[in-house]
């Protein structure tokens, strides 16, 4: 699977990439939103993992973007932050139908997060808007 992976800490991106491409993944790694913008144009992208705190415009704000263009993207999109996420902030993901991971994780907890994300996206009905 073509997974790209929107984090600016260096470190928490080559982790997460490292533990995806183990279990058989390609990814594609973006510093910012903008970054991400560029590679979903460039890319046949399948599933996303999203750090909130960009640089520049928020994980938030490209979420709800990317919800707008790309419904089933959205949908297979796992939020991974340090951030607390507001009542507001757990509303506009759940809309988007994406999942959380809260860091600091495991590997484990990286694993069963991708796994469960893909496993709820494919039980969900398409929505229409």
Not at 24 to 52: M, P, W
Not at 75 to 82: A, E, N, Y
């Amino acid at each position: 699977m073509k997974i790209l992976v929107v984090e600016d800490e260096v470190y928490v991106a080559d982790l997460i990439r490292t533990v995806l491409e183990e279990l058989g993944n390609d990814c594609v790694l973006a510093k910012s939103a903008d970054e991400a913008d560029a590679c979903l144009a460039g890319d046949s992208v399948e599933f996303v993992t999203l750090d909130v705190g960009l640089p520049g415009r928020s994980g938030l704000d490209w979420l709800e973007s990317v919800a707008r263009s790309h419904p089933d993207l959205a949908r297979r999109t796992l939020i991974i932050t340090g951030m607390h996420l507001d009542p507001d902030g757990v509303r506009r993901v759940a809309l988007c139908g994406a999942g959380v991971l809260a860091k600091p994780f495991t590997v484990d907890a990286l694993r069963d997060a991708v796994a469960s994300q893909i496993s709820s996206e494919a039980r969900e009905p398409a929505r229409g808007d």
